[in-house]
Structure formats: C-alpha cells, structure tokens
C-alpha cells in the first residue's frame, strides 16, 4: 500500500486519499512521497480527476477524444489557457467533449482557478447526469440540516443536494458551499460517488470529426 508522508492513518479523511489513489482517481504530488491534502484543488486537476474516475486513459484512446491532433500528438481543446501537450489537455477535452466541466466565456477553461465545494458537487453531478445516475431530489427539504444552505448559490443547489442525498458531501455540519475544495475531500467526495472502479465505458463521447480522426 502507498503511503503518504503527509497523510496521517488517523485523519479522517486519510480513506478516501488512499482509495482514490488505489482506484486511480487521484496521484500524490510530485515525486510521489506526498499527496498535498490541505492544498486546493485546481480546475485543470478536477478534470483530471473526472477523467480518470470515467475510465482515462484504459478507456479512451487518444482519436477517441475530440481535439486530438494525430500529426503533432496534441489536444487542441480552443481553450486559449490549454497548451495541448499538458498532463490534464486529454482530461479537458473529454470534460469539454461530455458536457461534465465547461470552459468560461472569454475562452478559457480557467485551468489553475480554484474550485469551489459547490462546483465540485456540479461536476460530480454533471458525471451522474453522463452516466444515467442521476434523479433530482427536493433541494429545500435536503439542506434543510445545514445552516449555511441558504448560501448555496442557485445554480448548484440541486447538484448540492443530489450530492448530499447520495452521501457524497454533508458529513460535516456546514456545507461551505463558497469554500475552495481541498484535495483530501475532493479524494473523498469521489470515492463516495464511485466506490469501485468502472469496468466497461459507459459515458461515450459523440462521435468525432473524421478530419481530426
């Protein structure tokens, strides 16, 4: 079993790291030793993240992914802060190409922003809704536990409450909806979405333009 230098056995949160390294959601940082708990997730890394619980690279090919230029080996996702030979282009183009994570307006995917515990729960939301795995539930009567509900922006409200009904986020008293997400608890928030690793390729990719193959 990995360890990591800078997650402790008796963290709470220690599980949900370990499982999704095991289940190849997530790596540890740089050489391996640690894997950055307390750091905040980036979007570039939240693709990645959504990516690798679909399946990554086992399941989607290079050509299988729109965007992928044969000739020079790159992802050309129109994303002005997306180099196409970075380690999270592929995962980009995938979320750009499902619909699970979308870029901003002035043309960027926004790649070192941080997310939000709200926006991570639309993603993970956004990835049910792909798979067929996702029914609304009563927004209002969910969060209605938690004091800081009424902070949960509009927009991610039944993506907030899909999550906590399925016991995916909520465990703690506050939802800190506007709060960055750290690395630990997007480990565990996945590994609660998807406990065991897909075996078959269930979110398909409309098909791709056959003059990028």
Known sequence: KKIFLDVPANEWYSQGVYDAVKLGYMNGDGGGKTFGPMRELTRAEAACVLFNMA??????????????DVENKVYDTDYTDVEGNEFFAKAVAWCKAT???????DGTFGVSRKVTNEEFACMLANYAKAKNEFEAVDADEVLAAYPDASVVSDWAKDSVAWCVSEGIMGGGANISPAGSILRMRAATMAVNAQPEKLSDLVITIPSVNPDRQ
Do not use: E, F, K
């Not at 399946?55 to 992928?68: E, I, K, R």
């Open 99 to 105: 619909g699970i994570i979308n870029g901003y307006a």
């Open 55 to 68: 399946g990554g690279d086992d399941m989607y090919t290079n050509t299988t992914v729109p965007g992928y």
